[in-house]
C-alpha cells in the first residue's frame, strides 16, 4: 500500500514562496515518478507537475512553468514542489500522487493512482 504525507502548505501573500514535501511509503520510491496536482475551491483537481524516477526530467502544466520546480530526493523518499512568484489563482489543496507502475508514464495525468490528504496553500493578495 503506498502512503503519501504532504506538508509545508500554508499562508503566503502574493509574490511570495512556499516548498511544499510529500514522503512516500509502501514501495521502492525511486522505482517511480511522481506527480503534484491541485484542486481549488469549486473546480477540478488539475495537473501541476511531475518527475521521471531519477528526477533527470519533469513536466509542468503551462500555468506554472517558470514559477514552480519539481524535485526528488531518492534517498530520503521525499518529493518537493518549490514554489515562487505566487499568485492568488494558486491557491488550493495540493496534493501528492504516484502512478500505478513502474513503468507509467509520468506525464499521462490518468496514470497516478494514488493520493495524500493534500495541503492548503492560501495566497492572499
Known amino acids: 500500500q503506498v502512503h503519501l504525507v504532504e506538508s509545508g502548505g500554508g499562508l503566503v501573500q502574493a509574490g511570495g514562496s512556499l516548498r511544499l514535501s510529500c514522503a512516500a511509503a509502501?514501495?521502492?520510491?525511486?522505482?517511480?515518478?511522481m506527480a503534484w496536482f491541485r484542486q481549488a475551491p469549486g473546480k477540478e483537481r488539475e495537473f501541476v507537475a511531475s518527475?521521471?524516477?531519477?528526477?533527470?526530467?519533469?513536466n509542468y502544466a503551462e500555468s506554472v512553468k517558470g514559477r514552480f520546480i519539481i524535485s526528488r530526493d531518492n534517498d530520503r523518499d521525499t518529493v518537493y514542489l518549490q514554489m515562487n512568484g505566487l499568485k492568488p489563482e494558486d491557491t488550493a489543496v495540493y496534493y501528492c500522487a504516484a502512478p500505478r507502475g513502474s513503468n507509467s508514464d509520468y506525464r499521462r495525468r490518468d496514470e497516478y493512482i494514488y493520493w495524500g490528504q493534500g495541503t492548503q496553500v492560501t495566497v492572499s493578495s
Open positions: 509502501g514501495r521502492t520510491f525511486s522505482n517511480y515518478a
Open positions: 518527475i521521471i524516477r531519477s528526477g533527470g526530467r519533469t
